[in-house]
C-alpha cells in the first residue's frame, strides 16, 4: 500500500515541490530517445515525467497505486495526452506492449519481499514489446544512505495556497534490508502529520540475479545519472534490462 504521503491529497501536493532536478528525468528520457515509443512510467506519481514524454511525441502511460497522486496528474497541462492507469506493480494488467518501462523516483524500493519484487519483474517483462527495455533505480546498498536520514534533516518548501510547509526525514528502524523511515509535515500553528516508509535496500549482484531469474538480460549498470559504471561507493544502481 502506498503511504500516508502519496494518498493524503495535501501531501500529494507537495510531492512536486521537494523532488526538484532533472538529472534523473533526462537519462530516462534519453532512453526514449527521438523516435516515437510506447513508453510506461510505473509509479508516475503526479504525472509529470509521462506528460514530458507525450509532449515529446511518445505514446504514453502512467500507472499508480496512489488515487490521489493520478488525481493530479489529469489535471497537468498535457495531461490528457497521457493514458493513466491506478494500479500497483505487480498488479499491471494492460492490453497495451511498451517499447520502455521506466520506474523513477526510487519506487522500486518500496517493493519489499521477495515475492513482489518477482511479480513486479514479470509483470514488466509481459508488458514490454518484442527488444523492449526496463530501466529503474534503487539506491545503492552498500552505501547505507538511511545513516543520513536524521532529525536535522529538513526541507522548507511553499506550498500554494498555504505557505510555508517544513518537512523533516528520519531513519526509525532498520530491520535486514528494510528501512522504515518518518516524513514529517509541519504546516504551522500545530498542524503537523507524520508519514511511514518502508523501503528495501539491496547490492548490485542481489539485483542482477532479480532481473535475470525474471527473464531480462542485455543488463546494464550505471551507478549514476552521468552514465559511470556502478561500484561499491556509487549512489544508484540503475538498471537497463532488455
Known sequence: M??????????????????TGRKDWDFYLALAEDSPLAVLDMGCGTGALA?????RGHLASGADPAAAMLEIARKQPGGEGVDWVLCDAPGLDLAARFDLIVMTGHAFQTLQGDAEIAASLEAFRRHLAPGGRLAFETRNGA???????V????????????GRVEVGYQTVAVEGPLVTYEIRFD????????????LRFMEKDELCAFLGAAGFDDITMPGDWDGSPAGPDSPELIAIAR
Open 51 to 55: 506528460v514530458e514524454c507525450a509532449a
Open 2 to 19: 502506498p503511504s500516508t504521503s502519496y494518498t493524503d491529497p495535501r501531501l500529494a501536493a507537495l510531492y512536486d515541490l521537494l523532488n
Open 143 to 149: 552505501v547505507r544512505a538511511w545513516e543520513t536520514w
Open 151 to 162: 532529525a536535522e534533516d529538513v526541507d522548507v518548501v511553499d506550498l500554494p495556497g498555504h
Open 187 to 198: 504546516f504551522g500553528a500545530g498542524d503537523r502529520m507524520v508519514a511511514s516508509d518502508t
